[in-house]
């Protein structure tokens, strides 16, 4: 089962309708109705971090889940405030972008990490954000997998030696290219079969 973490945003059942077509069940919980600890006893086999309209800190358990996931080896994808919540678990420093990408496409460039898998570098993809994990402040914990061409702003990150993912930009995007592709190798990379 795939638990996705709502964060309150439009863009919440897009994502689902994305993972759905991986045929996977997938139960969603808005950010502020159960607790970290709620959610691991529910033994998701993944987690999502879907975005939404504010900051990791007011993200209701997002970044304590982010922590807890990788402390226990669970799956985590953060798409957008989900990239950013991980951002901050693991210390970096989440800013305001150089320029706010409301419904904006970028050609995104990638270091060809395995989540990208079969995708061109680059690729295009929608930005919907104002902030950004700031580029300086990322920890040795975390490297930094994909950049936006335009502006250099990170656009996708991993934990090293966890299963713990994130991307800034939105795959479940009609504008976005590759977003299927590139949940099939998030699950492909952590251990997770495709149901038949």
Same mark, same amino acid.
């Given at each position: 089962?795939i638990?996705?973490?709502d ?8 994502? !689902? ?9 997938? !139960? !969603?919980?808005?950010?502020? #109705? ?17 975005? /939404? ?9 997002? +970044? ?14 953060? +798409? ?6 991980? /951002? ?24 060809a =990490?395995?989540l ?15 902030? +950004? ?6 920890? =040795?914990?975390?490297? !930094? ?5 335009? =502006?250099?702003?990170?656009? #996708? ?10 991307v ?22 952590? /251990?997770?079969?495709? #149901?038949?």
């Amino acid at each position: 089962m795939i638990l996705l973490i709502d964060n309150y945003d439009s863009f919440t059942y897009n994502l !689902v309708h994305l993972v759905g077509g991986l045929e996977r069940e997938i !139960v !969603v919980r808005r950010n502020d #109705a159960l607790s970290t600890a709620e959610a691991l006893a529910m033994n998701p086999e993944v987690i999502i971090l879907s975005p /939404g309209p504010c900051s990791p800190s007011e993200a209701g358990i997002c +970044v304590e889940t982010v922590t807890a996931a990788a402390e226990k080896n669970i799956p985590l994808m953060g +798409v957008c405030l989900g990239h950013q919540s991980i /951002g901050q678990a693991f210390g970096a420093t989440i800013s305001r972008a150089g320029r706010m990408m409301h419904g904006k496409t970028s050609t995104i460039s990638h270091t060809a =990490d395995p989540l990208f898998d079969g995708i061109p570098s680059p690729f295009t993809a929608t930005r919907y954000h104002s902030l +950004v994990i700031r580029p300086d402040t990322v920890p =040795d914990t975390l490297e !930094v997998l994909a950049s936006a061409d335009d =502006d250099g702003e990170i656009m #996708a990150v991993r934990v090293r030696n966890k299963p713990v993912y994130g991307v800034q930009f939105h795959p479940e995007s009609i504008a976005s290219e590759h977003g299927l592709a590139l949940f099939r190798n998030f699950l492909a990379l952590t /251990g997770q079969k495709q #149901a038949a």
